[in-house]
């Protein structure tokens, strides 16, 4: 149950876009389509932004959208707003009924 | 409107055990997994267990297993963690989720602090 690798720190400039990676393993990026990304502001809960690589609970905006190839998965936040501004977590299914995050990445909007 | 609220976190002495509690409205409690997560101060987030909707199948991290068990009253709409033998490395901001699709979280309350010092 290792934690999936995200780069500790992503910054872009408002109307850029970015990309977040996720880089597991065979048993549980490239093994299941079973990977979530979570937006987490300071002091507050995180919140589901896409599940299942790539689909988005409702109300999310299709300015972010996921992605996998192979053990990576990625997050790409196009259009970059001031409030896109926080911690980014992805997530995905481990095998053996576990679930394993990745350790964020902060996303800095200059 | 979904709402999940946590409780019963607290200051608690190395060995000691607690309680958390999950009180959960504005959805059919039943017909979810539920999940806790917790989040050590500075630090990312952490799976912790995991419970299907009859309580049939119980999931944990290992770091956690065998000390803390994860339950659910669904006729109270009641999410519990009961800790036990706990570690200075278990203080965190526990937080209590809906898996509203599969290995997802999409509703979390505010979290409640466990702070496990002597």
């Known amino acids: 149950q290792s934690a999936l690798t995200q780069p500790p720190s992503a910054s872009g400039s408002p109307g850029q876009s970015v990309t977040i990676s996720c880089t597991g393993t065979s048993s549980d990026v490239g093994g299941y389509n079973y990977v979530s990304w979570y937006q987490q502001h300071p002091g507050k809960a995180p919140k589901l932004l896409i599940y299942?690589?790539?689909k988005r609970p409702s109300g999310v905006p299709d300015r972010f959208s996921g992605s996998k190839s192979g053990n990576t998965a990625s997050l790409t936040v196009s259009g970059l707003q001031a409030e896109d501004e926080a911690d980014y977590y992805c997530s995905s299914y481990g095998g053996s009924n576990n679930v394993v995050f990745g350790g964020g990445t902060k996303l800095t909007v200059l | 409107e979904v709402q999940v609220v946590e409780s019963g976190g607290g200051l608690v002495q190395p060995g000691g055990s607690l309680r958390l509690s999950c009180a959960a409205s504005g959805f059919t409690f039943s017909r979810f997994w539920m999940t806790w997560v917790r989040q050590a101060p500075g630090k990312g987030l952490e799976w912790v267990a995991k419970i299907k909707q009859d309580g049939s199948e119980k999931y944990y991290v290992d770091s956690v297993r065998g000390r803390f068990t994860i339950s659910r009253d669904n006729a109270k709409n009641s999410l519990y963690l009961q800790m036990n033998s706990l570690r200075a490395d278990d203080t965190a901001l526990y937080y209590c989720?809906?898996?509203?699709?599969?290995?997802?979280?999409?509703?979390w309350g505010q979290g409640t602090l466990v702070t496990v010092s002597s």
């Open positions: 989720a809906r898996d509203g699709f599969a290995v997802a979280s999409d509703h």
């Open positions: 299942e690589v790539s």
